[in-house]
């Protein structure tokens, strides 16, 4: 990691905003290609890069530099994929339900 992002890093974690917003401008792209290839839906891409940036906001203090950020990121987005292939799923197999049940 570079010395400017983690100096990028400590300043977000002190709650400099723009420090925040650099940091994440920095890695959109990176973060965007890797959603693109895992979900291979552009908008589901962009619908989930921009909820990881959201938790990287909300969270930015509790990463401790034990990974790269860019490792960071992206395991917050898998676990944000995981969770909304989870919820599809669910919500698949209760409308599967209650059209099993309307048609009877």
């Not at 693109?36 to 990287?56: F, G, H, N, W, Y």
């Not at 509790?62 to 987005?77: C, K, P």
């Not at 944000?80 to 599967?96: N, S």
Request: hydrophobic residues 40%; aromatic residues 10%.
């Amino acid at each position: 990691m570079s010395d400017g992002t983690l100096e990028l890093i400590k300043r977000a974690q002190q709650g400099d905003a723009s420090a925040l917003a650099e940091l994440l401008r920095g890695h959109y792209t990176f973060l965007f290609k890797y959603l693109i290839k895992a979900t291979m839906d552009p908008s589901l891409a962009e619908e989930l890069a921009q909820d990881t940036m959201v938790r990287c906001m909300e969270k930015i203090g509790t990463y401790n530099g034990s990974s790269s950020f860019s490792s960071w990121l992206i395991t917050i987005a898998t676990r944000l994929y995981i969770d909304r292939k989870r919820r599809w799923k669910r919500e698949t197999q209760w409308f599967r339900q209650e059209q099993g049940a309307a048609a009877i």
